[in-house]
C-alpha cells in the first residue's frame, strides 16, 4: 500500500462525518490543521503514518493556494470549520474537528463525486477549457467548433469549478483577469476509473487515485520473501511526485533527467514559466534530488516515480536489457532516500 493510500485509510477518524466526499484527503488534513488547530503529530497519529507525510500534504495544499480557485475553495471551508469549531485554546483530539454536516451547504451547493465527474467529461473534448473570472458567479467550459465559433458545453455555480480545482482534475492554462483550466493528468485519471465503474465486471477503483508503478513493484518479494521496495522508499519516490506536481512539471512534455535539468538550472522551461513561491521552491527540490541522483539513476526514477512510466517501458526507452530497470530503480531509489535523510527537517518546514 502506498503512503498516499495509508494516510487516506487512517484518516477515517477525521474524514467520514466531517467534510463532504469531494474534498481530498490532503485538503481535510490542511484544514484540519489550520482551521481546528490540530498539531502534525495528532493527525499523523490518527492516520497512522510518520509526521512529516502529513506535513508535506499540508504544505502542499499551502502551496497550491497560489490557484485562485483552490484559494477561494479552501477559504469557504475555512469559515465553515472556525465558526463550527468548538471554542477550545488547543484541540488534540480528532472527535473536536467534527462541524454539522449541513454547517457546509453554506460553503458549496450540495453535488457529489459523480457529479463533479459527470461535469468534468465535457473537458476531455478536444479544445474545450474552463473559464472562469473573479466576478463571475458561474464558470462556463467553452470549446472552439468545426466552423471555428466557440461552443458552450456546460455553465454551473463557480462553486463547483472550486471543487474541480482542490481536487486537482483541473490544471491552469492562463491566468489574468479571466482564469483558463484545461483537463489535467489526475482529472483524466479520475474519468478513466468513471468509465470503467461504469463497465460490468470492471474493477471498482477510488476516484482520482492511480496505483503508480512504484507501489506495484513494492508489492512484489525477492527470493527471501521481503518486500522488494521496503516503505522508506515508497515515502521517497510519492515524496519526488508530490514536488514534482507541486512544481508544475507534470503539465510538461516528457524529457529526458538531463534537459530537464538543464532547463530548470538555466530556467528556461517551455511555456509562460510565471512560477508562484511555492512552486518556484518545489521546482529546486526537484532540482536538487535529480542533479543528486545523477545519469542514468536521474532518468529511470524521473521515468517511472515522476511520469508514471512503467519499469518495463522506461527499459525499452532507453535501451536496457530486460529485468534491469528494477535494480536501478531501487538503486535510485536508495540513492534518493539519503538525499532527503540529509536535507534533514529544515526543507520540511512550511513557508
Known sequence: MSVQNRVESGCAAINSATFPEWVPTGARLYLS???????????????????????????????RRDDPLVDDALTRLDRVMRQSAPKTSIMENADMAKPAPSSFETAAPVCTTDDLL?????????????????????????????????????????????????????????????LSYILSPEGQAALRDYNDDKQPGARRARYGTVETPVAVLARRRDKSGQPFLVPELVQSADRLREDFVMAQLD???????????????????????????????????????????GPGLSDMVLRVCCHLEGVESAEQAMGWSARSGKIVLRIGLQRLKLHYDRLGADEMLIG
Open 33 to 63: 490543521h489550520t482551521a481546528n488547530g490540530l498539531s502534525l503529530r495528532t493527525l499523523a497519529r490518527n492516520a497512522g503514518c510518520h509526521a512529516s507525510t502529513v506535513l508535506r500534504q499540508v504544505r502542499r495544499f499551502e502551496n
Open 118 to 178: 459527470h461535469l468534468l467529461a465535457n473537458l476531455e473534448r478536444p479544445g474545450s477549457q474552463l473559464i472562469v473570472a473573479p466576478e463571475m458567479p458561474k464558470a462556463v467550459i467553452m470549446r472552439d467548433g468545426p466552423d471555428g465559433r466557440a461552443e458552450r458545453l456546460a455553465v454551473f455555480d463557480r462553486a463547483m469549478a472550486e471543487m474541480l480545482a482542490l481536487k486537482d482534475w483541473i490544471i491552469c492554462r492562463r491566468e489574468g483577469r479571466v
Open 251 to 293: 503539465a510538461l512534455d516528457p524529457m529526458p533527467a538531463d534537459r530537464l535539468v538543464r532547463a530548470m538550472t538555466e530556467r528556461n522551461l517551455p511555456g509562460p514559466n510565471i512560477a508562484p513561491p511555492g512552486t518556484r521552491a518545489a521546482r529546486r527540490r526537484v532540482l536538487g534530488a535529480l542533479q543528486d541522483l
